[in-house]
């Protein structure tokens, strides 16, 4: 059987962090950003936890992932 195929695509903007916790960029934070407010611009350069709703998708786009 082949090899699972990761999707570099998501692979590029999902982390894992030492704990397991998997770790996205805001977006709304690349472009455009001359009529959001500073504090607009400030809260969005957070990065966020991913939700436990869109584990399983990602995990199907990043199979060799180690997630505890």
């Known amino acids: 059987m082949p090899k699972m195929k990761t999707c570099r ?3 590029k903007r999902f982390r894992v ?3 397991g916790k998997i770790i ?10 001359f009529h959001k407010s500073p504090k ?3 809260r ?3 990065t966020l936890v991913l939700s436990s709703s869109d584990f399983p998708r990602l995990m199907v786009q990043l199979p060799y ?3 505890k």
């Open 24 to 33: 996205r960029r805001q977006q709304n934070r690349s472009h455009l950003l």
């Open 9 to 11: 695509a998501a692979a």
């Open 65 to 67: 992932y180690n997630v």
């Open 40 to 42: 607009r611009k400030r």
């Open 44 to 46: 969005l350069s957070k």
């Open 17 to 19: 962090t030492g704990s």
